[in-house]
């Protein structure tokens, strides 16, 4: 306490050129920064549809990471965790820097979120019944009413390296109308030839089994140990998951998505981009509805 009071008696000392008072303020609000951004909340933006409707493209989020240091997940907790299939260093302080602490242009794993569908000691199977994906908790059929019940439509662009990407389409909105995503007729027509060229379809319905080409298959049978995890993606047919990459490790999770702070139709990662690029278009683009809202 009172190398507290001793340090705060020489920051806030007299006669202190305007230099000295921005190189000490950022010596001192820097280490705060990290600390919060490391182990109390996290700014996230979604880079992908696989949580599709209930996280979009270009949307930007708030995660508690104080509460995983002392609760575990619940299943229909919607995560934040590291990449499962990331190559961790042999070294043990990098590998523990690597895990636990965010820092900027390093080598750390991306992060991914999902939805926690069972956790430590569930029994959890995928079945295809009658040509529809089905999930049992415990011998249970689970109701899952949070997952996309909108059709994907390819269109040109997103993050994929391939150039296309499939997002949620409402078949009774026009292109331009579209309460999640805009498409271009163009872009749509183009990403519908090269999908047929790869015999991929250029539309997916939901409630339909994956395909070969999606990373992942709905005929699973997991009894799940004392720090595992099953994680699902909102959008089914959109999301490589633990039906892709199996069980997610309790020490990857970091973090809990608890609020959307803002929601942009953009696949740029800093949006501040997007906005110099199209300043007119930019604000039509905002999805004002779904901003500043509690996420479940």
């Known amino acids: 306490m009172n190398f507290i009071v001793k340090f705060f008696n020489w920051y806030r000392r007299p006669n202190k050129s305007s230099l000295v008072q921005w190189v000490e303020a950022f010596v001192v609000v820097l280490p705060i920064v990290f600390i919060v951004r490391t182990f109390l909340y996290g700014l996230y933006q979604v880079p992908s549809g696989s949580m599709e409707p209930t996280m979009l493209i270009g949307e930007r989020f708030l995660a508690d990471k104080l509460s995983v240091w002392f609760s575990k997940p619940k299943r229909g907790d919607i995560i934040s965790f590291n990449d499962p299939n990331f190559k961790y ?31 430590p000691g569930d029994h959890i199977q995928g079945r295809v019944e009658d040509g529809k994906p089905e999930v049992y908790l415990n011998g249970k059929k689970l109701n899952e009413p949070h997952i996309n019940p909108y059709p994907l439509l390819a269109t040109i662009g997103g993050m994929r390296d391939c150039g296309w990407t499939h997002k949620t389409y409402v078949p009774t909105c026009s292109f331009a109308d579209q309460p999640f995503y805009r498409f271009n007729p163009y872009n749509v027509r183009r990403a519908a030839k090269i999908l047929a060229q790869m015999n991929i379809p250029d539309k997916i319905y939901p409630h339909t ?41 309790a020490k990857e999770i970091h973090g809990k998505i608890i609020f959307r702070i803002w929601s942009h139709d953009s696949d740029e990662a800093w949006f501040i981009l997007d906005l110099i690029k199209n300043p007119i278009d930019f604000f039509r683009r905002v999805r004002w509805k779904r901003c500043m809202q509690i996420v479940r």
Do not use: H
């Open 209 to 249: 089994p994956l395909q070969w080409w999606q990373g992942g298959s709905d005929v699973f049978d997991y009894k799940l140990g004392p720090d595992e995890y099953m994680c699902l993606g909102d959008n089914r047919l959109g999301s490589y998951d633990s039906r892709g990459w199996g069980l997610l490790k």
């Open 89 to 119: 260093s042999d070294n043990p302080t990098i590998s523990l820097i690597q895990r636990y602490v965010w820092m900027p242009f390093s080598r750390v794993p991306d992060n991914w979120t999902k939805r926690v569908i069972a956790i």
